[in-house]
């Protein structure tokens, strides 16, 4: 908003269509997805066959969750799980802990307290030190993690280098860009689905 990138890669579509109908940006293009897991202690041995239901043990129980608390694309997910689950988000309470952290150090934290956290896949995978978690809620619909690729709009800073920014929106929703991002693997695990059309 501040007009300090030309491009945004970026996985909260709500914000992001907020983001184009306040002018901010030009142009906005599905790019690919993964989803998102919810990360527990390996203790955890209950069969998720609901995000919903999941979220309403962790608060009933009071069982400690780690934020982000960042108001990343990520902890935006979290926060509509929350509402999806008709909780009000426990921001004074003792189990629920916002750490204002990346994605990398909320894992870290929630597996030296083996509490719950939400990754997005790719990290999760990526993720070295899990020796106390696991993951406890996966490919359920709410879940899923759509990436849009956004170019900002010169209007905001006219100083932005916007025909060098368009090339390369042309390049990554190319086929060529397409067979990179499928063919992209972490311990033989694809992280991310070209999805542009």
Not at 18 to 28: A, K, P, V
Not at 151 to 175: M, P
């Amino acid at each position: 908003m501040d007009g300090n990138v030309e491009i945004l890669l970026v996985h909260h579509k709500k914000s992001e269509l907020e983001f184009m109908n306040n002018g901010y940006g030009t142009l906005r293009y599905d790019l690919m997805y993964n989803d998102f897991v919810l990360i527990g202690p390996k203790q955890d041995k209950r069969n998720c066959s609901s995000i919903e239901d999941k979220m309403i043990e962790i608060k009933v129980s009071k069982l400690l969750f780690i934020s982000r608390g960042d108001e990343s694309g990520t902890h935006k997910k979290e926060k509509e799980l929350w509402e999806l689950s008709n909780i009000k988000i426990p921001l004074k309470e003792n189990w629920y802990l916002s750490v204002g952290q990346g994605m990398g150090s909320t894992l870290l934290i929630a597996n030296q307290k083996k509490a719950y956290t939400l990754s997005d896949r790719s990290t999760w995978i990526a993720f070295n030190k899990k020796e106390n978690l696991q993951i406890v809620c996966e490919n359920l619909p709410p879940l899923f993690n759509q990436y849009g690729i956004i170019l900002v709009s010169n209007k905001i800073n006219n100083n932005l280098n916007i025909e060098t920014a368009k090339k390369y929106i042309e390049w990554i929703t190319s086929k060529e860009a397409k067979k990179l991002i499928n063919n992209y693997r972490i311990n033989g695990k694809q992280l991310f689905f070209f999805n542009h059309n």
